[in-house]
């Protein structure tokens, strides 16, 4: 089981951290991701990391400053969102997979699901 955690509404140009707590299973040996959905749109790959946190992989509009990181000891992951525009506003998705595939920014390529938590972002 994946639960997130940490969304709320912030200022254009906060910055919030997101976490994803597993239950469950051998978190440690699972690669991570998160996605984001806005109403009316597809559902976007934002960043992943695989299971040893060495493979880090970010969707373009992100990168530099959003940051994906894993505690293995804590079965957590988390995404640290600097510089928050409202273009982020979304729901943000935890997802996880036994196996990180070339398809890594494919939504159902993934085994578990969380049910997302809000991030709002005001001008």
């Known amino acids: 089981q994946l639960v997130e955690s940490g969304g709320g509404l912030v200022q254009d140009g906060d910055s919030l951290r997101l976490s994803c707590a597993a239950s469950?299973?051998?978190?440690?040996?699972?690669?991570v991701a998160w996605f984001r959905q806005t109403s009316g749109k597809e559902r976007e790959f934002v960043a992943a990391?695989?299971?040893?946190?060495?493979?880090?992989y970010y969707a373009d509009s992100v990168k530099a400053r959003f940051t994906i990181s894993r505690d293995n000891r804590k079965n957590t992951v988390y995404l640290q969102m600097n510089s928050l525009n409202p273009e982020d506003t979304a729901v943000y998705y935890c997802v996880a997979a036994t196996v990180l595939s070339s398809y890594y920014r494919v939504w159902s390529d993934y085994d578990y699901w969380g049910r997302g938590t809000l991030v709002t972002v005001s001008s």
């Open positions: 990391i695989r299971w040893s946190g060495g493979n880090t």
């Open positions: 469950g299973g051998t978190f440690s040996t699972y690669s």
